[in-house]
DNA sequence: CCGGTTTACGGCAAACGTAAGGATG
DNA sequence: CATCCTTACGTTTGCCGTAAACCGG
């Protein structure tokens, strides 16, 4: 069993061909080279292929047989190398990428129109979840790219900093609160507090920060998603603290947002792939890409809080 | 475009076997080469097949679509190999013949049986022709083989000598010649003579050789096929000359048979192929074992004429 | 460190091209 | 005799194996 796709190229074109000579030139080769390679494939299969003669070349019965199964083989595999190929240019493939709920709407959305626009040929599946749930959608393959905020390194995951965003202060504007210019992690704890559930990474940076602090905050509410965040807020059930970033999510009424006191804390999103898996070409082009528009964007994505405003 | 199906089998044996030192095992290779296999396909294809790492080694998105094109190939090119080497082992293939009536009886048929029972895959296919036609379901290449009455050389056809039959002379019971222990040529000329119509190789023979005696026969009726022959016959419309071998085709009553004079006239049975068209190998075994059994069989087929029988 | 893959390099076999030979119309 | 395929032979290419490097757990 050592025959080659050489062998079979050969045989076809002679057969197409019917001429050794013809068939060699089209293959770049001698038309010694070729009578070689016809004969070890003849050889190889056991049958006589062609009949040669000086004024024709033509194909046995067995040849005729032969002769499908060739072109289907060689076939099907040009096919297969030019879809692998069209992958590699990007004209094919899939990328699935999970995003928290928020940066969804105010990062990948944006950056996908852009994507698509550039590479229509490139399926991209957005999964918005919760915070905490990316990671899970990482390890179980359901997803190429997570999108969130980082959480302390994970030996299986590699994160990739797309940029930082400042905590604000969400409180309703009949809240006491409202009337100042900026707000201190203090003046948190002695109101009730809205907050993201216990599992989120912004929820955690923000319980580590003010423990530093010594500050513990009087959660009235626990919500997994920012929206429902801005809703209670925007029903003056309490005050909150979340990324500026959040504020292009919705225009909710009745909403003051206010800018944290020192020390200043940020959250860090970032892009997150399996370290051990590597990107298919159109998530690892994806990657870049977004690594690139968050670059061009970044002032947009780092909105300042303007107290004025909201 | 220059990947190998070595680079396949590499390929889907890693895939199978998530290890490269085992896989190299397997193909009785090194790890290094197999490495190398592996990389040259990647680089061919443009994209990572493989996610390698110390513990494990994963098909990547783009390698399992690639993977199943590659299985398929390998697959299908087996099988067709697998088919030209059970041809080239007779376990299938076809072989028509083309073969004058009465051979097809006395002859074919007989043979078919011997060789069916050793070669059960191969199909034969017998088409039993005026002997006239013979030549022409070969050149229109309806049939590998004929079998039929020696005609001078033609340059496209191959004939291999199987046997010569003495001619014999038909004569109804109640007929004088009846009475005569055997029948000289110039005997024949003298009676209403039921001859095979003109294009037949014997009836040309059997004109060519009178004529070189200078005798000239007295037709009263043409025939295609022998059997008519012997109808007419039979039913005492006159007489006829056919090959000793015929008399086996079938046993009708009022015939006697009478041996001819010198110079003696033989029929050659042979057997054609296209000088061009090379045999297929079920084709070439059934000509091979015809001639074998011909040689074996040669007492029967070379019927002698017993002037008491019949 | 150990298991496993990759890289570097030398040797060898397979494949190619050149040139002569053979068959055929 | 001209053409086309095949054979013979010398050369080169490329592939494999050995050994060392490298990487990750």
Chains 1, 2 share one sequence.
């Not at 900093?161 to 707000?183: C, G, M, N, W, Y």
């Not at 993201?196 to 920060?209: M, V």
Request: proline letters at 5%; aromatic letters at 6%.
């Amino acid at each position: 069993m050592n025959l080659t796709l050489r062998q079979l190229r050969a045989f076809v074109a002679v057969a197409e061909c019917s001429r050794f000579a013809l068939a060699a030139e089209q293959l770049h080769l001698t038309p010694s080279a070729l009578s070689m390679l016809i004969k070890d494939l003849e050889s190889e299969l056991g049958v006589k292929l062609l009949d040669r003669h000086t004024r024709m070349v033509r194909v046995t019965e067995a040849g005729r047989e032969f002769l499908g199964s060739a072109r289907r083989v060689l076939q099907d595999l040009d096919i297969a190398v030019l879809n692998s190929r069209e992958r590699a240019a990007y004209k094919h493939g899939k990328v699935a990428v999970a995003s928290a709920s928020v940066l969804a709407v105010t990062l990948l959305v944006p950056f996908m129109r852009e994507f698509q626009a550039a590479y229509p040929g490139v399926r991209v599946e957005v999964r918005d979840t919760a915070e905490e749930n990316i990671k899970d959608a990482l390890l179980a393959e359901e997803a190429d790219i997570g999108i969130g905020t980082y959480e302390e390194a994970q030996s299986e995951i590699t994160e990739t900093e797309l940029f930082r965003d400042t905590l604000v202060a969400l409180i309703p504007e009949q809240h006491p609160l409202a009337r100042k210019r900026s707000v201190s992690w203090s003046e948190l704890a002695q109101w009730p507090f809205i907050a993201l559930s216990p599992g989120s990474p912004i929820r955690r940076d923000l319980d580590a920060h003010l423990a530093a602090q010594g500050i513990r905050l009087n959660v009235a509410y626990e919500a997994s998603f920012p929206s429902t965040v801005f809703a209670l807020v925007s029903n003056a059930m309490g005050i909150a603290v979340l990324p500026a970033n959040s504020r292009q999510l919705m225009n909710m009424p009745g909403i003051a947002y206010r800018p944290l006191g020192k020390p200043k804390l940020m959250r860090r999103v970032c892009a997150f792939h399996l370290k051990h898996r590597s990107l298919s070409p159109a998530a690892e082009l994806f990657h870049r890409l977004l690594v690139e528009y968050v670059e061009a964007h970044r002032s947009r994505l780092t909105v300042p809080v303007d107290p004025a405003s909201g």
